[in-house]
């Protein structure tokens, strides 16, 4: 080293010792004291302090006791009501035009061309209707939730949310703004996952990551509501069928709530004691939301990202789906071995080997579970008159056709109630897993992320059925 | 090349008017901006857009490029950023929007990339976005940017919130009280924008010279520590524009300074591997592979 | 299918199973570890530092105290005691041992490692003060001279470890703190805190307990032999001489005492009351202190009760023009002189 530079280091750390420790402060207050003597000089009141401050009005009102929870309460309630009703619509189209239209539309076209066989089933059967479908689920909610989510964050309402919600994170040594990136994670795992970066805490982020999966995303509730309607629903007397499969549902994304908090008090005392905790957390004066700016970027910033991961991955999922369940070996198919290989397990844990390699195949994406499992009960159950062959996914108009296909499968009660269970408590998809990889940097965390849910998952699913069997039967 | 002339010019010609050296040429470091992934090919000027979080800084950047921008991760890291550009006049300007900080002592990441930027990047100009409702907390974060460089031009943003909670900036005694151009604007409205691109074009240009205010450290012992160092700093390393601020880093243990003095590259951005972890996770832990 | 009853029955002897073997700082894995850890290299290095620290202290090293510390047999403490001298670490005369100029330097820079490495914990980590030690103790063994550089060097070569000891720096020069027990401290006098033995810990959980660390300003009220009584910055103490024997203070000058000793902690305030910020304790440290000074709080700032969460923490604060939200337990340690609404009015 040159020996000047050396002089400099050495007479800096000499210097140091007589400074003493507080130098930081030091500097910091000589910035402090210089700022506010020169903003006294140029800064003054010309008129009447207003009596009236909005700003203060609107904060006393959203943090009251008595208004502050059931506004948020409603302001959340509405933005997933615009969100799931707003989606049906827009939803139902894509499906109809993608799948309905234009997958026949293709199929025509490679036949007329005299296409081989498994290159249309490769291509078609798997990777387009893989990916057409996760489009139809997956784009409609997320255009509609994403922007009303930043319209609120823009207006300076989230933060509040935060701010109330601290009090119940702390006790769980989580930061208030988790409560944020949940909520965004009821939309889509991985944006909440990125949405985890507002929490400057390094301690707080990892448990905001790692437990985002506990948030039932967008990709899962149609799988929820799927069940509980014909498995739960059907219980009860039909005039209030959806009522108590609503209910079910609601109860399972509560669960959800709770094994947050739980997971991450469990985390902040163990694996994560080690990370820095901070807090502070910043009430932005309110401003009106910028509408046309907004949804533009949170177009592009989220909803288009997310998708085009998802896209990505659900891709070769469809493949290698299509792949499976075609390509035979001593006439029978991969997909077969496969299930026949875990179904002892599967009926251990009160599921199937259906749904367990159903859940393997719909690590990219989990829109696609219901129609994958579908496909391969129709294909191990040999049922005829349903599905499109072997492959190829598929949806049933009708709960009533579902239930029977499932029940012909072997399917119970508890089946139902297990694979929602497992729907909510199992690794995070992908998309997920990659965008967590992406954000932390960690393999260490990453793994911790995605085995920490499905091995409680396993546990959550063995427990509930041995109890159900010795009580129920 | 060109950054080599600059240097070679810097020397020649007297300190107080190293600056005006080359009055038309870029000041930015075109080396370490690429590292820092900036692309500055077709660009005649960098500017960086700084300020405290909240201040409407977004609302200038997209005031300034409109929809021109993308959005993308610092290298290695996790924080976004927004790159956009503007011509004005005959030049064309690439604007990088810094994340939103408080401080630029590097506590956080955050604060530690828009350091970086400004100290290594050596953007033509750096605009910092001040909220004029608030304006003592802002000054804090611009008393530490005029440290760093004094290419600096204020936006006095949010002017219209302020009148309205009954505060009136007087932005001429503060740009004379700051030592470099105030420019009040209400970016949401587009107000003030013609005025802010002027006093860009001009310091980019070097047609406004800068004498910025330095803050006045109070610590006695710190004085007298800062003014030894200074002098050591100044033989050692006669290019160097900001030795102050090189001699507080040094004697709050600032590891990056300590290390672009030990290796005699001040002004040169070397990431090390400790700087890509995301998340600050203890780095000498993990590297030795110890269970914390 | 297995019988639900036995699978059930299975189910949980797995789950308890595993709980024992890997259940952080108790199961069976972390015990396996711990044990591997302790290799001849470590004892030595122990022994080394416990015989540096008799020598400091004018304490003659025994046999049975080194066996004590290093928790063996006394058989197994004089085995290593001769492999260290055999190394030519130690020198032997009679039942003395005392440090070769070799071994001195060895355990400088254990110790030097070990308050480096309670430093990095305090400051740029979340673990809490009682875990500082434990961890820093089979840390400083596995640490190189160079990761000791490095680590020294990423913390800002920081002079003094979180107990308020000084850092040997890499020369080996280490100064004392200068500090005299807490015990011997006249009546009615004020002093500085400037370092907590942390050994044993036993007393040191004791002194934490009491929310005692360094640098905060204590007063003796009364001495006796079997209890100290004393204030620190707002409540009362009373140990025994014993635990107070383990605190180091330096007397203060009349005048430092009274400015840092004012004021009411922040979270005492009600909304829409006011104070003025005259300390922040030394409670308060690493990467959330710096927080605390970058978003403005730092003596004089003036801060103003905004709003009170709903279930009654965090509570928002009006700081330099901007609503900043702080929880309880970090306002706590911000005192604050209240201001009257009369001083509001003038100063409006």
Redesign the interface.
Known sequence: MNSSYEKILKSARDLRWDIGGDFHEKIMESLYTDASRIADRAVTHPGDTPRFDLDRTIDRLVTSRIWGFPLMVLLLTAVFWLTISGANVPSGLLYSLLIDTIHPFLKSIFATLGIPWWIDGVLLDGAYLATAWVVAVMLPPMAIFFPLFTLLEDFGYLPRVAFNLDHIFKKAGAHGKQALSMTMGFGCNAAGVISTRIIDSPRERLIAIITNNFALCNGRWPTQILIATIFIGALVPAHLGGLISAFAVVSIALLGVLLTFVVSWALSRTVLKGEVSTFNLELPPYRPPRILQTLYTSVIDRTLVVLWRAVVFALPAGVVLWISANLLINGVSIAEYLVNFLNPFGLLLGLNGVILVAYIVAIPANEIVIPTILMLTVMISGATGVGEGAGVMFELESGLQTLDLLTEGGWTLLTGINLMLFSLIHNPCSTTIYTIYKETGSIKWTTVASLLPVVMGIVIVFFTAQIWRLFAG | MEKDLNKTNQVEISESQAQAGCASCPAHNAANLQKLGVDMENWDFVVALAGN??TGKS?VF?ALTG?HQH?GNWP?K???RAEGGFDYGENRYKLVDLPGT??L?A??L?EEIARDFILFGQPDVTVVVV?A?????N??L???VLEITNRVVICLNLVD?AE????????R??AR??GVPVVPTVA?YDEGLEELLAAISEVASGKTQATP?H?????P??DQ?VS??VS??Q??FPQVPNARWV??R??????RI??A????DLGELTYTV?N?????????ALK?G??? | MVDPLIALLIGIGVLFASALIFWPDSGLLWRLQKRRELTDKVLIEDTLKFIFKCERNQKPATLESLAGVLSTSQGRASEILAITQAKGLLEMSGKRFSLTPAGRNTAIQIVRAHRLWERHLADTTGFGETDWHQQAERLEHKLSVEDTERLSASLGHPTHDPHGDPIPTSKGDLVSHGGLPLSDLPVQTSARIVHIEDEPELIYVQIIAEDLHPNMIVEVDETTPDRIRFWSEDREHVLAPIVAANISVVPLVEENHVQDIQGIPLDTLLVGEKGKVTAISPLSRGVERRRLFDLGIIPGTEVGVEMVNPGGDPTAYRIRGSVIALRSSQARLIKVDPITEEEQEISQ
């Open positions: 979080p909240n609302t997209n929809l959005t290695g996790t924080v976004t408080y401080s002592l506590t956080s955050d909220d409702a608030r304006l003592e907390r000054l804090n611009v008393l530490q919130e309205r909670h009954n505060i009136s900036v007087d932005d005694r503060l009280d700051l949401r205010y803050v006045k450290y109070t610590h012992k710190l520590a030894k160092l050591q700093i033989e050692a001699a507080l040094l004697l709050d243990g600032d590891e300590i290390k003095v030990e290796k005699g400790e890509l972890d995301g998340l600050g996770v203890d780095t000498v030795s110890f269970r914390l």
